[in-house]
Antibody, heavy 121, light 107 residues
Framework: EVQLVESGGGLVQPGGSLRLSCAVS????????MDWVRQAPGKGLEWIAR??????????EYAASVKGRFTISRDDSKNSLYLQMNNLKTEDTAVYYCCRSPAGTSPCDYWGQGALVIVSS | DIQMTQSPSSLSASVGDRVTITCRAS??????LAWFQQKPGKAPKSLITAASSLQTGVPSKFSGSGSGTEFTLTISSLQPEDFATYYCQQYKSYPFTFGGGTKVEIK
């Protein structure tokens, strides 16, 4: 069974940092590209980052809203995806989902349950 | 960036109704279009990729069509479990972008 479990969410002050983790199981993590998608309270979905697999040399893509502040990374030996979030702003408050791309440039097929990040003083 | 516009933003329908949601792209995306269903407090669920290919396990009452800039998601006979918010997403180019969502409510 494919499972993705996010952790690391919480309350942080503006300008602060937080690192989200996504532990996966049930599939060969190293074969897949992985994304982070977020959803602000009461709002729609926003794609924010992709980590490509080893075959694609772990290259990354970012949305403009987070580029330069957030870093997506992965550890294939630990079956884990990460999102390092720096210089957080109040508008980064959201539920953050990690999700799996089945192949190539495909969109996500399996999603985690989400981790809530609140940026507030 | 490619902008995705969904319409309507919300709709009220009855059990058994046929429902159609439209998604328009600001430029051509071929068939690089996915549809997701999201229920309150839950993660999105993938319904359709490549504009019209149903994901494994998704019932055939859901169908997708379109290519280029205009796409539709149709639910042939709405059931209680289908009341949710539906999102389209383009994956033709980065950044991948979602439509604003369509909330399907009970009439």
């Amino acid at each position: 069974e494919v499972q993705l479990v996010e952790s690391g969410g919480g309350l942080v002050q503006p300008g602060g940092s937080l690192r989200l983790s996504c532990a996966v199981s049930g599939f060969t993590f190293s074969d897949h590209h992985m994304d982070w998608v977020r959803q602000a309270p009461g709002k729609g979905l926003e794609w924010i980052a992709r980590s490509r697999n080893k075959t694609k040399t772990y290259t990354t893509e970012y949305a403009a809203s987070v580029k330069g502040r957030f870093t997506i990374s992965r550890d294939d030996s630990k079956n884990s995806l990460y999102l390092q979030m720096n210089n957080l702003k109040t508008e980064d408050t959201a539920v953050y989902y990690c999700c799996r791309s089945p192949a190539g440039t495909s969109p996500c097929d399996y999603w985690g349950q989400g981790a809530l990040v609140i940026v507030s003083s | 960036d490619i902008q995705m516009t969904q319409s309507p933003s919300s709709l009220s329908a009855s059990v058994g109704d046929r429902v159609t949601i439209t998604c328009r792209a600001s430029q051509g995306i071929s068939n690089s279009l996915a549809w997701f269903q999201q229920k309150p407090g839950k993660a999105p669920k993938s319904l359709i990729t490549a504009a019209s290919s149903l994901q494994t396990g998704v019932p055939s009452k859901f169908s997708g069509s379109g290519s280029g800039t205009e796409f539709t998601l149709t639910i042939s006979s709405l059931q209680p479990e289908d009341f949710a918010t539906y999102y389209c997403q383009q994956y033709k180019s980065y950044p991948f972008t979602f439509g604003g969502g369509t909330k399907v409510e009970i009439k």
